[in-house]
């Protein structure tokens, strides 16, 4: 079977049964292979086929494990195939993924392969469990409605004492910011010590929400070795936290099935990362969509996940992906998108995830972010918020003061008059909301200090 001489697997006639999952691939073949050879290649290597003729193939396992390949187009490189589910093993991450995204990317014959969506069958889908918050999950114990949630990561991303960490998360709450997260390599250092940053950050948050009378939240990175990450999510949850934060491409998908059955039993909520996807998604002509990314995550079951700004902020993207990439986590089925190579997905009662736009973003950035991408959106300042002229205290404040100009409708320029901090942060950043350039920052700082615990 799939001698790849012969196009066995071609089949642009094939109509696609509900159980069978689909897979849609940009492939870029090696110079004199057709796009119909590169695809039999494919289908082949990520299901029954070889390169030889076998003895131990038999037309029953011909016949009903054989993929379709329904679209292979010669001018765009774009790959349609169609697999029986029963090629996989439900609730396996890992071992669907060697099949679709495994051998296939170092074949001789394609230069180039992107996978850039995935239609998943309804045994499939209901395989895995889903977020065990979501969206409504995550409004109700936040008690925040009708808003967007407001947060921050420490700054500088490594460097602070845990006590330092845990004094900036002060300033960034009690300023009127909802969420503090932890970046996405900072994890137990030698001056920043997991369960000493823990219990300090903790006791910070509890301070913070008796001054306020509002809930405050701390995302907190247990990325690390499995067993470790379990005992630090036990940790997060003695001390009162209802988040853990995983960075679910580094860790792998297999730990991050492994975190949200741990996170069940704990009832803790998953805030995911998506540090290095560009690694696999930056090259829009090989590695794995964004979009594929969102979807594998929702049905993992994480409740949170980075989907980036829509190109507001300091990272490279496209604004129609980054907002299909939001329509997949958050919506309850989703319609194909051609233009941004999305597959329709119906989600059958799987929860909605709340997406986190966070990379770049000022004060000047939350109208835009907001119009652009809704309110159903965890929105993360950084350098947003600690580098205000009058630090992390005050960044918060101007963050807050931005929200509450755009619920009211009013300009920053004019909500500006009557609150400090937000005018010094359009002093800093700049009054063009349109193009949000960077003025030059002024040589006199004032000075800040964290006042102590």
Request: aromatic share 6%.
């Amino acid at each position: 079977m799939a001698i790849y001489g012969n196009l066995e697997f071609l089949d642009l006639k094939y109509k696609p049964k509900p159980t069978d999952v689909v897979l849609d691939y940009l492939v870029t073949p090696d110079s004199g292979i057709t796009v119909a050879r590169a695809a039999e290649m494919i289908a082949g290597e990520s299901s029954i086929g070889t390169w030889t003729r076998i003895s131990t193939m038999n037309p029953v396992i011909a016949q009903t494990l054989k993929p379709h390949i329904i679209l292979a187009d010669e001018k765009t490189g774009e790959v349609k195939i169609a697999y029986p589910e029963t090629l996989f093993e439900p609730g396996n991450m890992p071992g669907i993924l060697s099949s679709i995204a495994g051998n296939i990317y170092g074949m001789k014959g394609v230069a180039k392969l992107r996978l850039e969506d995935i239609h998943f069958t309804k045994k499939l889908v209901e395989s895995f469990p889903g977020p065990g918050f979501g969206i409504p999950g995550i409004r109700k114990f936040t008690g925040v409605h009708n808003r967007p949630l407001l947060g921050t990561i420490v700054k500088p991303k490594v460097g602070l004492s845990a006590q330092q960490h845990a004094d900036v998360a002060y300033q960034a709450w009690t300023g009127g910011l909802d969420v503090v997260k932890d970046d996405e390599n900072l994890v137990s250092m030698s001056f920043n010590n997991f369960d000493e940053r823990m219990k300090l950050t903790f006791k910070a948050r509890d301070k913070a929400e008796r001054e306020t009378g509002e809930k405050k939240f701390y995302l907190a990175n247990i990325t690390a070795e499995t067993d470790e990450m379990k005992r630090r999510a036990r940790v997060v949850k003695k001390l009162g936290g209802e988040y853990i934060m995983i960075d679910i491409l580094t860790a792998g998908w297999a730990a991050v099935q492994t975190v949200r059955n741990e996170a069940e039993k704990l009832g803790l909520a998953i805030h995911a990362h998506r540090a290095m996807h560009g690694a696999l998604t930056r090259d829009h002509r090989h590695g794995m969509s964004m979009i594929a990314i969102a979807k594998l995550a929702r049905m993992i079951g994480v409740d949170q996940l980075h989907i980036g700004t829509a190109a507001i902020g300091k990272m490279e993207e496209r604004v129609d992906e980054a907002l299909a990439i939001e329509r997949v986590v958050e919506r309850a089925a989703v319609p194909a998108d051609h233009a941004v190579h999305m597959l329709n997905q119906e989600w059958y009662g799987v929860k909605p995830v709340l997406a986190v736009a966070s990379g770049g973003l000022s004060p000047l950035s939350t109208e835009a972010v907001v119009k652009l991408m809704g309110k159903d959106l965890v929105v993360q300042y950084g350098g947003g918020c600690h580098g205000h002229p009058d630090g992390t205290f005050a960044g918060a404040k101007a963050i807050r003061q931005s929200w509450e100009a755009v619920a009211k409708g009013v300009s920053l320029e004019q909500y500006a008059r009557t609150h400090h901090e937000l005018a010094r942060a359009l002093e800093k950043w700049g009054s063009d909301l349109k193009t949000e350039q960077r003025k030059p920052e002024s040589k006199k700082k004032k000075s800040f200090t964290l006042p102590k615990l």
